[in-house]
């Protein structure tokens, strides 16, 4: 079946760094677009990015626009999201799944705070 294993999760203070990673089995990693999606406290899960199968194309949310990349290592079925100049608003579990997103990990808890 369809799995993703999240990991990197951390306390950062704000205006740090992390690096998110994500395995994923049970599915042709290589041929599918991937993505990652955060749910902050109190808030609905929201979409951040997606980077083509091949790697060539990514897109992103506007308020990690420039802050956060998405990166893929299709010999190692892993999607990564490296993360910089965070904020409190950045708080929450980070998940990554294929689209459509129906099939979720148990994500990774990012917490931004001094």
């Known amino acids: 079946q369809v799995q993703f294993v999240e990991s990197g999760g951390d306390l950062v203070q704000p205006g740090g760094s992390l690096t998110l990673t994500c395995v994923a089995s049970?599915?042709?990693?290589?041929?599918?677009?991937m993505m990652w999606f955060r749910q902050g406290p109190g808030k609905q899960r929201e979409w951040v990015a997606t980077?083509?199968?091949?790697?060539?194309?990514?897109t992103y949310a506007d308020p990690v626009k420039g802050r956060f990349t998405i990166g893929r290592d299709n010999a190692k079925n892993t999607v990564t999201l490296q993360m910089s100049d965070l904020t409190v608003d950045d708080t929450g579990v980070y998940y990554c799944?294929?689209?459509?997103?129906?099939?979720w990990g148990r994500g990774t808890q990012v917490t931004v705070s001094s």
């Open positions: 799944t294929k689209p459509p997103p129906v099939d």
């Open positions: 049970g599915f042709v990693f290589s041929d599918s677009n």
């Open positions: 980077i083509s199968f091949g790697g060539s194309r990514t």
